[in-house]
Every structure is written in structure tokens, then in C-alpha cells.
């Protein structure tokens, strides 16, 4: 197959929180200072927006941003919306790391093919911000809070593939959930990253795939 083009999921696949309990403790110590409540009902009441923000995500394939579940604390608490908003943005930043050696890969696959980063996140300023951190630019970014969809729905590997000006069958899709298959739809090939979920193909990290792509 002559590939042309790779679609990259990023959380899971390029990036990761580094640590999910010191993430939840900057968000509660945020929060108590914004909404000024305790630590841990400011971690209540994020948890509980986070809870039904993803009810609606799993039910609908629509997407809450980051702003929606920032209303949703405000909501429940009373406070700035604005406020809020910023300490969800800052804790995440503050604790998004690359995955195994992202970086080099991507340096290497915007170098060989067309790339784009095929996201369900809350704000499009993850990735931005992540990209800028290490240097690297994509041809095209889909992110779910943008487009609204998220990933199963095709609608983001539809523009996609537009953006790009490829077909389906000139593009790979790599990413490490469930929600990567979606692509299969399309007729792309789907590469999954770990063993979460079964792909068309199965690598146990980015450079046990960067060898395939390369004899590809």
C-alpha cells in the first residue's frame, strides 16, 4: 500500500497526564481559590461535572468543552465561569507529557507524510500548546471541540481526509481506543497503539509502528 497520510490520535497515543492524582490535586487546589469552597468539595463538584459532561459525550457523540463543564461547576457553585475555565486549561497544561517518544515520531512522520491530529478533547489549546512545546506543526488539527462530534463519529475523519486532500485508502489511522475504529468506515486502515482494543494492525508502541510505516 503507498500511504500517504497519517491520522493521529493524541491523548493515549501522543500524550498522557503524567500523574492523574497530583492533576486532581491542582484542579481541587484551583477550584477552593476560585469558588472559595474546601479542597475536597472543589473536587466534588469538578468530578461530578466531569461525570455528566461524559454522560452526555457517551450517549450523544457530542461534544462538552472545556467551557460546558466549566458552566456546569459554576452551576452546582456559584463563581466566575471564566475563572473556572482557567483552572481546568492550567492543570491540564501544567500536566500533559509526551508518551514513550512522540516527539521524534511526529518530527519524523511530518517530515515523510501529509499528518493530522484526530482529537476528543475539551480544547484544541491542549494540543496547540503540546505542539508548541516540542516544536513540531501538523497540516491539520480535528478536534472534537471545534467540530462538536467526537471520534467514533465519521464526521471527523471526513474532514480529515478533506483537509488533506487524500482518500481513505492513502490514509492510516493510529490511535489506542475504541473510538479510533470509527475510521474503519471510511475504509481507512486503523493501527492501534497497545492492546486496549484490537485494530487492523497492533503495535506495542510508536516505533515498533514507525518500522512498519517505513517498510510500507
Known sequence: MRVKALLLDFFGTLAKIDDEESYLDDVANGLSLVLGLDRGKSLDLFLQARRLANAVREASNVEIPVEGQAALITALSGGDVRA???VL????LRHLVPIDDSPGFLR???ANFKTAVISNVTCRCYIEEF???IGVSVDVLITSDVVRYRKPHRAMFKL???RLGVKPEEAVMVGDDDVDLGARALGILTVIVGDKTQGDLNFKDLAEL???LEMA
Open 210 to 212: 514507525r518500522r512498519w
Open 108 to 110: 519524523w512522520a511530518v
Open 89 to 92: 486549561v492550567n492543570a491540564m
Open 131 to 133: 505542539l508548541r512545546r
Open 84 to 86: 473556572v475555565r482557567d
Open 160 to 162: 480529515a481526509l478533506r
